[in-house]
């Protein structure tokens, strides 16, 4: 992938992107520090977050095994991938068993991050997101900036354009939202009245009753989970909580750490078949991709405990500049600094988790409490270094570590030390956004050997 | 697939061997609100509006009046359950509607399980006297009674009270449809019903 650097570059000389940035990530952080500031037990809840998060990861093969059974005790059907491509096969076979060559889906991450999308394309079926912003940028060919405003990067007139291009019929459209949302909702009424499957990914799965957790705002959740008769939920194995009554929890802690609303408008909870109320026939992918991974990591393990409320992202210096694009992956920001290079291997993705500045602003909002700023320098300790950086670091260890050393080297920096405030050759990385400082003419040791020595 | 069953649950397995066992969970947030019953009731209003729903406050006896004022003789779908007193004059019974002679409807009233008031959510638990879910979806107008002596301050009350029902479809209502996608300038009714009118009734003591 692109590093980080290289990517941001871009990314920072887009001065509209810059500014929709910065208006919305201001927005949606007052909104939520509102919300926050008037529930009392707020740090109690982000405790409780965190232990019951914490307990799931711990035993995470026990609740696999519950959730399992249940699910099918409730006339489901359990399906297990490792990767991304088997979670896609499972999903084409169920579209392909019915015959269709069209499903609607709602917008989840977990898809993207496999590219379910491209895959059923590539098997003959097209996918129809049906979340008002992933409907933007699907019609686009464009692809999402933000875990919860995926089009954050478009403004207003570019979307009424691009409405005008595609799916108005040759309708002549202002710009108001209004008249926008209600295009998209008669575009896509008749794709949800006439689905036969449904494509979903879930918040939260439960493992003590089966049941699946869908949380949204617009309606297309409930649109895709109910109408058609067919319904498959790819499911992340990290996202199930062990009981019902864990969700009091985290349906408190999500929409106000995600919108800023005391509740979102919606939330679908859903226990395997029920006849006579929604899909007669409901599939659930458990996916793997590299959780397991994460999960062998007790240290970065904890990045497999959020619930994607993209709080994080609002308040981190370094996105609110370059935008998500720039992180090469569906997860963006703090999270996705420290999710990435663990679910694809540090090696492919080396430069995220130097994409922060560790300023613990991402820590201090995360409601289920993920120390991020830790996290991150703990896969810094794990990223290659250069030949350079890595001789230089060494022996630096050896001159800390021994007094005699460290007082002769003192002598020589201060000898050696010239006018220039750039250090030269392969080091030049280090000088080239800071000067070094210059070396004091005396250091504290010798002006107290100086003084008070005897 | 076992072959994938096994193999993830054995990594699983082998990741989680080793370390410390989680600490004790501990439930110090809130499960019992402090406001008394007409503050409970005025919160859930002030907090409904606030998600622009409409609000109307009645008694079980002007109920049916109201009703009747609110559909305006529009068709009005209804669940089986529905008592004959809250049935406008025009409305259709959901006896297994397809999904487009549902969206041919004008709006559909329903009665609800629980209501938070904290949170301005009314929940539906697919009882009698609200239905499937797709009748709730579809219309473009939802009117949900409430009760007062079904109305909760905080979540965990409402959990308390949907104890048992666990396994039938749960939708959380909290105002109509919005998208904020655009510039986020929030606009409401997307694709779930644009208008929420609540009604909430006194019961009678």
């Not at chain 1, 458990?286 to 999960?295: A, I, Q, W, Y």
């Not at chain 1, 002769?408 to 000088?431: H, N």
Request: proline share 5%.
């Amino acid at each position: 992938m692109t590093s980080f650097p290289e990517a941001a570059r871009i990314a920072l000389g887009d001065s509209q992107l810059r500014h929709n940035l910065r208006n919305a990530t201001t927005t949606i952080r007052d909104k939520r520090a509102r919300v926050v500031a008037e529930v009392p037990d707020w740090d109690e809840l982000r405790e409780a977050g965190r232990a019951i998060k914490a307990d799931v990861m711990r035993r995470l093969d026990e609740y696999l095994l519950q959730f399992e059974e249940s699910v099918q005790a409730a006339g489901g059907q359990v399906h297990w991938a490792r990767d991304g491509a088997e979670a896609n096969a499972i999903v084409l076979d169920v579209a392909r068993a019915h015959d269709v060559t069209e499903v609607v889906k709602v917008k989840s991450l977990t898809t993207d991050e496999i590219g379910l999308n491209e895959a059923l394309a590539a098997g003959g079926v097209h996918a129809i997101e049906t979340d008002f912003a992933e409907l933007i940028l699907q019609l686009d060919g464009d692809w999402p900036s933000h875990i919860l405003v995926p089009a954050i990067h478009r403004n207003r007139s570019e979307i009424r354009d691009l409405f005008m291009r595609t799916i108005a019929d040759g309708r002549e459209l202002s710009d108001d939202p209004r008249e926008l949302a209600d295009t998209a909702r008669l575009y896509l009424r008749e794709k949800f009245l006439d689905a036969k499957v449904g494509v979903s990914g879930a918040n939260f799965g439960i493992a003590e009753t089966g049941t699946l957790v869908v949380v949204e705002s617009e309606g297309n959740g409930r649109m895709c989970t109910t109408l058609p008769p067919v319904l498959v939920t790819v499911l992340g194995i990290e996202k199930l909580l062990p009981t019902f009554a864990d969700l009091e929890v985290f349906l408190q802690l999500l929409p106000r750490s995600s919108t800023g609303e005391r509740m979102n408008p919606y939330t679908s909870l859903w226990t395997g078949v029920t006849i006579g109320d929604g899909p007669q026939e409901f599939h659930v992918v458990l996916l793997d991709n590299g959780r397991t991974r994460v999960l062998s990591d007790q240290v970065g393990r904890q990045a497999l405990h959020c619930i994607r409320c993209s709080a994080c992202l609002n308040v981190c210096p370094v996105y609110r500049r370059t935008g998500g694009h720039a992180y090469g992956s569906v997860y963006p920001g703090p999270i996705g600094a420290i999710l990435t290079p663990q679910l694809r291997g540090v090696a492919n993705a080396k430069s995220l988790p130097y994409a922060s500045s560790l300023c613990g602003a991402c820590y201090e909002v995360c409601p289920v409490k993920i120390d991020i700023p830790s996290v991150l320098l703990h896969l810094r300790a794990q990223t290659e270094k250069d030949v350079a950086e890595r001789i230089a670091m060494r022996s630096l260890a050896r001159i800390f570590g021994n007094v005699r050393l460290y007082e002769w080297a003192q002598r020589l920096a201060r000898a050696g030390e010239g006018p220039a405030r750039r250090v030269p050759g392969p080091l030049a990385s280090w000088t080239q956004t800071r000067d070094l400082k210059p070396f004091a003419k005396e250091t504290f040791r010798e002006w107290w050997s100086r003084e008070r020595g005897a | 697939m076992n072959e994938a069953r096994d193999e993830i649950l054995a990594r699983t397995r082998a990741a989680i061997r080793e370390g410390t066992p989680p600490d004790p969970l501990a439930r110090a947030y809130r499960t019992t609100g402090v406001v008394d019953d007409p503050g409970r009731v005025a919160l859930l209003g002030e907090r409904l509006l606030d998600y622009r729903a409409r609000v109307e406050h009645t008694t079980a006896t002007a109920l049916r009046d109201l009703l009747d004022e609110i559909a305006r003789g529009d068709r009005i779908g209804v669940p089986r359950g529905l008592p004959e007193t809250w049935r406008p004059a025009n409305s259709v019974e959901d006896d297994g509607l397809s999904t487009h002679e549902l969206d041919a409807l004008d709006g559909v009233i329903t009665g609800c399980t629980v209501a938070i008031a904290e949170t301005g959510t009314l929940v539906l638990a697919g009882g009698e006297m609200e239905g499937r879910r797709a009748l709730t979806l579809v219309p473009d107008v939802h009117i949900c009674v409430v009760r007062t002596d079904q109305i909760v301050e905080t979540v965990p009350e409402a959990f308390a009270a949907l104890l048992g029902r666990e396994h039938r479809p749960l939708t959380f209502v909290s105002g109509p449809s919005a998208t904020s996608d655009i510039e986020l300038e929030r606009v409401e009714g997307v694709h779930g019903p644009r208008t929420l009118i609540v009604v909430i009734v006194k019961e009678a003591s």
